[in-house]
């Protein structure tokens, strides 16, 4: 047994018991009354179904947990966005219970799903929510006070907001859950990990991308200064450096879209990429919930067992096709990085393109044009270099379409596998062999 099995194996005696492979949820309306759940929720509780279905949720509350976390995620699933957060609950008899619950906005409703934390994630968590529960029970914050507080802290262990954090905890701990020797069944078919690595590789990349660019910028505006000073007004080189510095000003441009802001194809693709893991995640841990709701028997439980089945079978149809939709959009977007890389790389064999012909020009000039020959040597250095990047990141985002294909595959349908093979590289003519 490793250790990550015995930390799982291992029962707080002061904590509600329930398993790692457990998974129970609860279905509420818009209020919060209970409407329905599972025979794991009702022993887990310690109540008895009269003294649930009815009721509203809040009779499982520990004030362990921040009132600060309920009103995020209240805020979250009014807007009918499925939310997810540690919550510590408490039993009838008064032992707490701690769960990651994911909430999933439904028609008049929501479902609440629970599974067991096992990351190191938890820790901080518990201590964080000590602090705060704490001076909120002392009215020492207010709930907007709480909210901030607890923003605060997550940006300083390094998440952006509360979205980021709770897809990350989502993740953590269905991870650790499917590594257990409890639970075989992975959620995510595909390498979600190696995504994400080939994502920050295309993010450091197209950083690298960008300094280059910033050096190659001032090089043709020095090239047409030379030009100015060795011939004559219309010259050919100058002649030759107002086009470079025409075609680089767009390509600039192209780049930037490319690489920056709020129009950037990797940061769109990075946020897509993981809504696609979360919904996926959420739809995976729905299709759980229908699987062990048909080997129960609620019969007696004081809800309709067929209306129940196809209240959940419509919920997973709808998240199972809100998830589809997310990874189609992001294997969308990792297609057009790798076509956007490749058109930026034939804009860069136009410029060495009038870079060979400046380089011809350049020896008509005598002597003095050989310090117009070493700015075109610099540019074609730049231009390999920059080349070399971009098919980097091509490469990087075939290898990202793969992979986002292998989670389609797995869990929408079969389908034809595309071919993946890195683009071709691109060659340049030798300073050399200049042709005119």
């Known amino acids: 047994m490793n250790e990550q099995d015995s930390r799982a ?8 018991p329930f398993a ?32 649930l ?60 799903v629970r599974i067991k934390p096992s990351s190191p994630l938890l820790a901080q968590v518990k201590s964080l929510y000590d602090q705060l529960s704490r001076q909120e029970r002392a009215g020492e914050l207010t709930l907007e006070a709480s909210v901030e507080t607890l923003l605060a802290a997550l940006r300083s262990m390094g998440f952006a907001d509360y979205q980021s954090f709770m897809r990350h905890a989502l993740a953590t701990e269905t991870t650790a859950r499917d590594q257990t ?7 995510l078919h595909g390498d979600v990990e190696k995504i994400r690595r080939g994502l920050q590789e295309v ?31 219309g010259g050919a080189v100058g ?15 192209k780049v930037g879209d490319f690489t920056l802001g709020e129009h950037s194809l990797c940061k769109h693709m990075s946020e897509q990429f993981e809504k696609a893991v979360f919904l996926t995640t959420c739809a995976q841990l729905q299709a759980q919930v229908i699987a062990q709701a048909q080997q129960e028997n609620s019969s007696t439980a004081g ?11 419509e919920l997973g149809a709808t998240y199972r096709s809100a998830a589809a939709l997310a990874l189609t959009e992001a294997e969308e977007l990792a297609k057009r990085i790798d076509v956007a890389s490749n058109d930026l790389r034939r804009s860069m064999l136009s410029l060495e393109t009038i870079t060979v012909i400046g380089k011809v020009e350049s020896t008509r000039i005598g002597e003095e044009g050989e310090r117009v020959a070493a700015t075109i040597d610099q540019l074609h250095s730049h231009h390999l270099e920059i080349s070399k ?16 294909v292998l989670m389609q595959d797995s869990f929408i349908e079969p389908r034809a596998k595309p071919q993946i093979h890195p683009p071709p590289p691109l060659t340049f003519a030798a300073q050399s062999s200049p042709v005119a």
């Open 389 to 404: 990047l971009l098919g980097t990141i091509a490469h990087l985002s075939r290898t990202i379409t793969a992979e986002l």
């Open 9 to 16: 194996d291992r029962q707080d005696p002061t904590e509600a």
């Open 239 to 253: 002649a030759i450096s107002d086009i470079y510095l025409s075609i680089s000003a767009d390509l600039f441009r």
């Open 53 to 112: 279905l009815g009721a509203p949720h809040r009779m499982v509350r520990n004030p362990i947990t921040p009132r600060a976390v309920f009103a995020i995620l209240w805020s979250t699933i009014q807007k009918s966005e499925p939310a997810v957060a540690y919550v510590c609950n408490r039993a009838q008899d008064g032992r707490p219970y701690w769960v990651l619950a994911t909430i999933l906005p439904f028609r008049d409703g929501y479902l609440s």
């Open 181 to 187: 020797r409890h639970h075989r069944d992975r959620l």
């Open 20 to 51: 790692i492979e457990e998974l129970f949820y609860s279905r509420t309306d818009k209020r919060g009354v209970i409407l329905a759940g599972n025979e794991v929720f009702r022993r887990v509780s310690g109540y008895d179904w009269p003294q």
């Open 203 to 233: 993010v450091a990349t197209q950083a690298t991308l960008v300094d280059d660019f910033e050096r190659l910028r001032i090089l043709p505006t020095n090239m047409r200064i030379l030009a100015s000073r060795l011939e004559p007004s």
């Open 303 to 313: 809800f309709n067992p067929a209306s129940e089945a196809s209240c959940l079978a």
